[in-house]
């Protein structure tokens, strides 16, 4: 039995209206050409950077301080949120999959046990992510699950792979394949059948998110389960090579692999088995629903096999989906939403389609839907579709400031809650002068909402949940650029280790509040306590310290 009650904050008061605003993508990093937040024009950032040193400071966003196996994994939206909205740090999918792996529990849990009994008759399709970004997936995982099935008897597997890049650098995914063909030639070796069947680029095909665009599944669905894509090949580096030609790595199309008489080699039939091998929900939801759901009716499935489907780990723990899975998920419980709604604390929270569940589903510890509808409001903001942002940079970033400036000045609310995407968004297109113009659009939307909290008397919180359009490079050790072998300069399309910033202010925050200087290693999940604090609570004792303090002057 949870005591929702929050105690009251001893010297803060209740009732001012609170403006969280996350900058995705917006890491702190030297000043440089590559740096597209330094290059940009960001008054608004810069002068709460510039203001007072007390209510400016950096913040852990990366690594352990989300919970991720190690320090050089870089920070990411789902664990960023997570921690932000959960106030502690969980051990996250990446890490529960290594630990399940190593241990070998994925092999003895029900989820294995469901898809294993296909092995006798059945083939083995395993869908996700090749690469070792670490963010969605990560190929050592997938090949010790190859490993790990094939020896507990899955005689005949299936590979469809989705191409990188955005978690990894544009044109890794040759080496990927690569390395995935030679493992699966081992395999052939020891008398297991195993082969790629079908590919394309993970922004194309399959991995769209928060429904933005279903064609994006249906193609993935075309060539994984019906066989059917508009490139057939004999082999996927083969396939990649080619298409490389004409797409980077995001956004390849869809191929299949046909055998001598072109017959697709690995479609999906009654009787086999499905994994999606990712670990992070987002963008393996929409296939989980086209996979699971009976009643499916977002785009035409034509051929809907009867096959046994688990996911690496379950991606929505409201929703229940998939219903097997081979690894537990985090169990983010009592997060800061939910506390706060218990104690009357009325919320808003909004932004694009394409970063609508970072600010609501993981905020909450992916979990869908309203904790109490009367308390909470969520508005999504329609993301273009069929684009590549560094075509339109600005996104709807006015469109959120807006959507947020009347949210506080209707008063309604006591904390109005933004994701603003750009610099993540632009940053993973690896367009630097788009970037640029991201950064300058996301500054504008910030002052827009702290100008309206200017005029309420509120608070403000600006942070950011992990670094991106900060350094746009593949650098050395020493932070100089590195260049292909053909000479030209490496883009990082990827997000990054950097710490980011979080600034306080507003005419509403109590005279004497200010950053402690004793939690110099707080993070992301450090926030959480923070925001309680300045809505006039204390937070639960198992969170992360809050990072301010009350002196009098
Ligand atoms: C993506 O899914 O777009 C990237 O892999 C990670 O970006 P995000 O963590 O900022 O969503
Ligand atoms: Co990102």
Same mark, same amino acid.
């Given at each position: 039995q949870v005591s929702w009650k929050l105690a009251d904050h001893p010297t803060l008061p209740k009732g001012k209206t609170l403006a969280l605003i996350v900058l995705d993508g917006w890491g702190e990093y030297k000043p440089d050409e590559y740096n597209c937040i330094h290059v940009a024009q960001t008054p608004t950032m810069d002068s709460l950077k510039q203001g007072a040193p007390e209510k400016w400071r950096l913040i852990r966003a990366h690594g352990?301080? =989300?919970?991720?196996?190690?320090?050089?994994d870089m920070g990411n939206s789902e664990v960023g949120h997570n921690a932000l909205g959960a106030g502690r740090i969980f051990a996250q999918g990446a890490k529960l999959v290594d630990i399940a792996l190593a241990s070998g529990k994925i092999y003895e849990g029900e989820g294995f046990k469901y898809i294993s009994e296909c092995f006798e008759k059945g083939t083995l399709h395993l869908i996700g992510l090749l690469s070792d970004?670490? =963010?969605?997936?990560?190929l050592d995982q997938l090949q010790l699950l190859l490993k790990g099935a094939s020896e507990r008897g899955a005689k005949r597997i299936r590979v469809h792979i989705l191409t990188d890049g955005r978690d990894v650098l544009d044109g890794s995914s040759v080496g990927f394949v690569e390395t995935l063909e030679s493992d699966l030639a081992k395999l052939r070796e020891n008398g297991v059948d195993a082969r790629i069947a079908s590919g394309g680029g993970r922004m194309y095909v399959t991995m769209d998110r928060y429904e933005n665009d279903w064609d994006v599944v249906k193609r993935g669905w075309d060539a994984q389960v019906r066989g059917e894509a508009p490139h057939k090949f004999a082999n996927a580096v083969e396939a990649v090579k080619k298409l490389r030609e004409n797409a980077n790595d995001q956004y390849l199309p869809p191929f299949v692999i046909v055998d001598e008489n072109e017959k697709a080699v690995g479609p999906i039939e009654d009787g086999d088995a499905v994994v999606t091998f990712n670990f992070r929900a987002d963008r393996m939801v929409m296939l989980a629903k086209a996979l699971e759901h009976q009643d499916f009716d977002k785009f035409d499935r034509v051929k809907v096999p009867k096959i046994r489907y688990a996911g690496m780990l379950q991606y929505d723990g409201e929703l229940k989906l998939p219903g097997h899975y081979l690894v537990s998920p985090p169990e983010i419980d009592r997060t800061s939403g939910e506390y706060l709604v218990h104690n009357g604390v009325r919320t808003f929270a909004c932004s694009e389609t394409v970063k609508f569940g970072h600010v609501t589903f993981f905020w909450n510890g992916n979990r869908s839907g309203y904790f109490n509808p009367e308390m909470e409001e969520y508005v999504e903001i329609p993301s273009d579709v069929g684009i590549t942002f560094n075509v339109k940079p600005k996104m709807k970033a006015l469109e959120i400031g807006e959507k947020a400036r009347d949210a506080i000045l209707s008063r309604k609310f006591d904390q109005v809650r933004v994701n603003i995407p750009n610099g993540d968004m632009v940053g993973h297109t690896g367009d630097i002068q788009a970037t640029v113009v991201a950064c300058k659009a996301a500054d504008e939307a910030v002052k827009m909402i702290i100008d309206a909290i200017e005029q309420v008397g509120g608070i403000y919180v600006v942070t950011a949940d992990h670094g991106n359009a900060e350094d746009m490079v593949k650098r050395n050790k020493s932070g100089q650029p590195l260049y292909d072998k053909s000479g030209k300069l490496q883009i990082l399309t990827s997000h990054t280790c950097q710490p980011v910033p979080i600034a306080i202010g507003g005419p509403g925050l109590a005279a004497g509040v200010r950053f402690r200087n004793d939690v110099p290693d707080g993070g992301l999940a450090n926030v959480a306590a923070t925001v309680m604090n300045l809505h006039g609570y204390v937070a639960p004792n198992d969170y992360e310290p809050t990072l301010i303090e009350v002196v009098n002057n």
């Open positions: 352990k301080a =989300v919970g991720l196996p190690t320090e050089d970004g670490g =963010v969605h997936s990560r």
